[in-house]
Every structure is written in C-alpha cells, then in structure tokens.
C-alpha cells in the first residue's frame, strides 16, 4: 500500500513540475509590448469616453498590453500591430486619437471610432487595414490618408464626411478594398480611380458625387497574373448625382461580379459592348436613369445575372428576349421600362430559385398562362399596372406576395384558395374582379398583413372568416358593391391600422366593437355607405386616429362631446411605421413576416473573396396607404371628388391649401363656418353635414361626418 502511495506522489510531483516547466517555456518565448507602445495605449485611452467600461484591464500590471482587449501583437517583435475598439451592440466608446498614436508605428489594422480623422494617422505608415465605419465622422477626408502607401482595406462608410474625393487617393496603388458610402461627399470622382490596378471592392453609393462615371478600364489590369482577385469586382456607384453616360469600357472589366449605377441622371444607350466580356457579372443595377438598353436578342451574353434590376429604364417597346438566356436570376425587376408588348411564352418558365419577379408599370398586353411553377421558397411577383386582361388563372401555390392590381382581370376570385398560407400581401385592386369573396380566408391568418381589392365590382356579404386574419394591418375593401353589416368576427383583427370601405352597399350601425378593440386605427372609412344609426361615442376610444370619414351615410343623432379627444389628429404627424406596412416579397422558410424596415438585396464577400448575395431569409418590403380625400361636401358631378395619392409623410395633409383655422366641437354649435384657406379664394362646404377641421402646424387633418343631427 505504501508503495502505491508513493508511486503517486511521484507521478503527481512529475506531472507538476511538468506543467510548470511548460508555463514557464511558454513565458520565456513571449515577448512583452514595449514600454512606449504601452503608455501611448494609455494615453490613447485617456482619450476615450468608454461608457461601458469596455477597456476595463487596459491598465492592470498584471497582465501585458498585449492581452488587453482589443489589441493584438506580433508574436515574434512584440509590437502593437492592431487596435480593434470599434463600437458594436456590446461596446459603447469613441473619442479623440492621442497625440502618442504615431509611437504605434508598427500598427497595421485600427478598427475604431472618431470624432474627426486626424491628419497624425498618416504617420502609421504600416497601416494595411483601416475601418472608420458608422464612427459618427464629420469634416473633410484629409489628403494625408494618401502617405498610408501599404494601405489594404480603407472603410470610411456610414458617416457624415463631406468635401471632395482627394485626388491623391488614386496614388494608393496597393489599396483593394475602398468603401465611402453613405456620407455626405461632393464634388466629381478622381479620375485617377480608374488606375488603381490593385482595386477590387469599390463603393462610393449614397453620396452627393456629380460629373461623369471614370474610365475604369486601369482597374481591370492584374498586378500579379496569378492573384485572381486583382482585379474590380464590385462597383457600386449607385445614389449619388452623376451625370453623363455609363463608359462602355466597363465591359473590359472581365472580372466584375457586382455594378450598380441606380439612383443617378446617367442617359445614352446601353449596348453589348458594355456586357460582352463582363463573364463573372451576377448582380447588375441600373435603374433610375435616363439608359436606353439595346441589348441584341440573338447574342448569348457570357454573365449568368442573379439579381437584374432596371426600373424606370426604356428596355421596350418589345419584351426584351436577351433574357431568354438568364435562367438564373432570382430578382428581375423591368418595371416602368416602357415596355408595350405581349409576354411571350417561354418568359412563364421561371428559374426555380426565383425570389421577386416586378413587371409592373408598363403596357404589356394579353393574357396570363396557367402557372404551375415550382419555386425553392416563396416569392413576391408584382404585375400591377398593365393591360392585362381574363379571368385570373392558376397561380403558383407558393407565393409571398401578389400584385395584379390596375388590369383589366375580370371573373371570380376562386383562384384564391390555391394560394399557400404564407401569402403576406394581396392588391388585386382597380380591376374588373367580380362575385363574392371566397371563403378561405382562414388558410392566410398568420401571414396577410396587406389586402386590397378595392375598385372592382365584388358583392356579396363579407364573409365572417375574414376575421381569422390576426396579423392584417390594412384592409381596402372600396368602391365595391358590398351589403349587410361590418362582421363582428372582424373584431379579431386587433393589428388594423387602417381601414377603408366606403362607396359600397353596407348597412346596419357601426360597431361599437370599432373603438372597443381596433385601438391601433389610425384611419377609418366607412363613407357612401347605407349606414345608419347614431355615432357610437366608443369611436372616442380610437387614440391613434388621424383619419376619420363617415360621411354620406344615413346617420342620426348627437355628434359625441368627446370628439374633442381625437388628440393624435392634433398633436403628431404621421410617421412612417404607422402609414406603411412591412411584408415579405419573398420567403425561403415559412417564418412570420416580422415587422423590420425594408431591406434592400444585400452582397458581400465570401472566403474567396467573390461576392456573393447574402440576403436575410426574409426580404422586407413595405406598402405605402393611400386614401380617397373628400374636400368639397357638395357634390356638381365628378368635380365633387378630389382624390390624391400620399405617403402621408406629413399627415394627411392639404398644405398647399394654406393653414386653416382649427375649429371646437361644441354641441351648441348647428351650424360650421369655415374659415378661408389662406391666400385662396376657394372654400371648403358642407351642406347638410359637417366637416372637422384640425391643423397641426404642417399638417391639415380632415374629418367627414355628415348627419343630421340635432341640436342638444
């Protein structure tokens, strides 16, 4: 037993000093930071607001620089090589570079954030990787940044910088990764860009950059023949103000795999010469210019494009058949391309991977083919504005939103049962549709948020399942010829924001349910209708409303004292996540649609450096309300109506009419005088009934509600 004994305390006694001799090798091979090099990092921390404590052991004797969050060091020199403090969901600091910095001179990556940039950071001159993104920076670029001759990777995005490009930018010859987006910056883009042979990510988007676009065929020159990511693969030049035409030298750049130029006054033709040698392009934006695209039918272009984005360009007159030979692409959007032609049949053979399909707003003819496409995940397709006609057919079961809105469809609504559960938004509105709806609204209660069919002769009662539809936030249900009541099993619906069925047949009183559990209303049309009764004072419950029309009714009765408590009318405009409604155009797992602002198609880089689309599951659109403004209450043939369209940014508002007086609702009061509209010699009427007017500095909120009512 005593031998045992020992034998273990030998082998314990091995096994320690073991691990000791290890600690103390390791030890002796680590190279402590400098001592300079450590009192510079203090000072640099001197000079920070670290409101988290994020730098809680910069400091601590015990432990070398070199451990300190966020620093790292050469294994081998010990110097301080990078400085990672950038903020993040975690970290809350920023401040002012110390004047001690330059004693980091061996430091070649800074992630961090800045009031300013200053001039001193010039003098790292072993800087290869600097990333002063969403740093809150004001002020010019300076032109010293152009001494950091190694530089790699400049990140200056998401800023407020303003000023011009320095030119001597174009002397960073090594420079692959250069992004400016986001800021505030003037003036043209060097022409000097167009040489930096080693660039290969570009981004000077959502600026306000003007003249024309560089020659950037300098770009597609490889500094080294066997180094494949020498050479521009993404160009991003998109929102800014730049003029002129889109060089078709862009075509020498054999290795571009991402251009967007959208959001400028770019104009003249867009030819193959711009395309032909483009072999690894995916992700191609040019909407929102004045281009012209004559792009030959019979060429097979080289590029397999993923993404092809050309709203508000001339594509037409005829259906552009050079996409016959894109069979990849997941977004496609030619809208408003001027485009007059019929679809022609080999179009329908969608790409499996298809994610948002927008024809809208052109003048294509014919009819739609029956459409049994089967898609990976569930796509958005927007066919709205065109001179589509027939009933509507068969439609892919796997879809996360349709449009068909402003067509000639006619027939039934029947189709919609073969629709899958993950529809998020429905406008079949402003066709010839005609029937009663179906009764299959109950399949769609976790995901419709939008649904429109407004402008059709659609009859019948609304059916009670509409009531199953949990997640719905806007209902547009006007100018049809629906009757009886508003259903109770709507009540349900306790997310609609807005609601608007005027000009039908419906009868009965308004719900009192209306005020008791819609409380996130903030606009409700119930106007023409057959509507009787008195006004339920439960309509007072509804904090949030802004928009209030019950007029042309049969109504009776006292107008309720607490009408003087619709304070949003008075104290708030609008704002955005009221008046719009966030859906998915396209779904690649059944998820809920989540309430998140719209989310452009991201790119980014993969391992190998080629970018890549690296969306969210989820791609976020948003629909913008737009209501039917009644402003004269007396009716001399159509002029009687006045409608416009708004996004509501300010209310809904008819300030170009002036400020007009706010009036108090006092039940001694018969009879309203409007107070003229400033600087107008027009007026606002109503005879037999009486319009509520609140202004609200910018905003004139209008409230209809014709009764006759009595005096109390």
């Known amino acids: 037993m005593m031998f045992v004994f020992v034998s273990l305390l030998l082998c314990m006694g091995s096994f320690i000093s073991g691990g000791l001799a290890s600690g103390l090798n390791e030890d002796v091979n680590m190279r402590s930071c400098d001592d300079k090099e450590r009192q510079a990092l203090l000072d640099f921390k001197a000079n920070l607001v670290d409101i988290n404590n994020s730098l809680h052991d910069w400091g601590n004797k015990n432990k070398d620089c070199c451990q300190w969050v966020g620093v790292g060091c050469d294994t081998e020199t010990g110097h301080v090589i990078e400085l990672n403090v950038a903020t993040s969901t975690h970290r809350r600091l920023y401040g002012n570079i110390s004047s001690l910095l330059p004693l980091l001179n061996q430091l070649e990556r800074l992630d961090f954030q800045l009031n300013h940039i200053p001039s001193s950071l010039s003098s790292l001159t072993n800087l290869l990787y600097l990333n002063l993104s969403a740093a809150n920076l004001s002020g010019p670029i300076p032109h010293q940044l152009a001494n950091l001759s190694n530089l790699l990777h400049l990140d200056l995005s998401s800023n407020f910088l303003t000023g011009s490009i320095p030119a001597s930018f174009g002397d960073l010859t090594s420079l692959t990764h250069l992004d400016l987006s986001g800021n505030r910056l003037e003036s043209v883009i060097p022409k000097s860009f167009g040489n930096l042979s080693s660039l290969v990510h570009l981004d000077l988007s959502k600026n306000h950059l003007n003249g024309s676009v560089p020659n950037f065929a300098g770009c597609s020159f490889m500094k080294e023949p066997i180094s494949h990511s020498n050479s521009l693969q993404k160009l991003d030049l998109s ?6 035409t889109l060089p078709n030298t862009v075509g020498k750049l054999s290795n571009l795999e991402y251009l967007d130029v959208s959001s400028n006054s770019l104009e003249g033709l867009i030819s193959d010469d711009h395309f ?23 060429v097979k272009f080289p590029f397999k494009l993923k993404t092809i984005k050309m709203q508000a360009c001339k594509v037409g007159p005829s259906f552009p058949m050079w996409i016959q030979n894109q069979r990849y692409f997941a977004y496609l959007d030619i809208s408003n391309a001027s485009i007059s032609d019929c679809i022609p049949g080999w179009f329908w053979n969608l790409p499996p991977g298809l994610k948002f399909l927008n024809l809208s707003s052109n003048e294509i003819k014919g009819m739609l083919p029956n459409m049994t496409s089967v898609f990976e995940g569930y796509p958005g397709m927007d066919l709205s504005y065109n001179q589509l006609e027939g009933t509507i057919p068969a439609l892919p079961s796997k879809l996360a939103a349709l449009n068909l809105s402003g067509n000639r469809f006619s027939g039934t609504l029947s189709f919609l049962c073969q629709i899958d559960i993950s529809l998020t938004l429905l406008d079949l509105s402003n066709n010839l549709l005609s029937g009663s709806l179906p009764d299959c609204w109950q399949k769609f209660q976790k995901k419709l948020v939008v ?9 019948g009662e609304i059916p009670s399942s509409l009531g199953f539809l949990s997640q719905l936030q806007a209902l547009y249900l006007r100018r049809n010829a629906f009757v009886g009541e508003v259903p109770m099993s709507m009540s349900s619906c306790t997310k609609l924001r807005f609601v608007d069925l005027g000009e039908n047949k419906l009868s009965g009183n308004i719900p009192t349910w209306i005020g008791e559990r819609l409380s996130e209303l903030y606009v409700l049309v119930l106007q023409s209708n057959r509507l009787d009764g008195s006004l339920p004072s439960q309509i007072c419950l509804l904090n949030n ?10 109504l009776s009765g006292y107008i309720p004292r607490c009408f003087g408590n619709f304070t949003a009318m008075a104290t708030r405009g609008s704002q955005d996540d009221i008046t719009s409604h966030s859906y998915s155009s396209y779904e690649a797992i059944l998820a809920v649609a989540s309430q998140i602002s719209y989310k452009l198609l991201q790119v980014c880089a993969g391992q190998d450096g080629r970018y890549s689309s690296c969306e969210e599951s ?14 004269k209450g007396t009716r001399h043939g159509d002029e009687f109506w006045k409608s416009y369209y708004t996004s509501i940014g300010a209310g809904f508002a008819v300030g170009f009419w002036g400020i007009c007086s706010a009036l108090i609702l006092d039940r001694g009061y018969r009879h309203f005088l409007f107070a003229s509209l400033n600087n ?26 014709e009764v006759a009512y009595s005096h109390g």
């Open 239 to 244: 929102r800014n103000r730049l003029t002129g």
């Open 276 to 298: 032909l040698n483009l072999t690894q392009l995916t992700y191609l934006d040019l909407s929102f210019n004045l281009f012209a695209l004559n792009l030959s039918s019979h």
């Open 451 to 459: 649904l429109n069919l407004s402008n059709n002769s659609l009859s």
């Open 545 to 554: 409303l802004q928009f209030l029309d019950l007029s042309m009714n049969g």
């Open 618 to 631: 989820n791609e976020e659109a948003l629909f913008i309300d737009k209501a039917l403004v009644a402003w």
């Open 680 to 705: 107008m010699k027009d007026w606002i009427y109503v005879l037999g009934g009486s319009c509520i007017l609140i202004n609200n500095v910018q905003d004139i909120i209008v409230v209809c509600v």
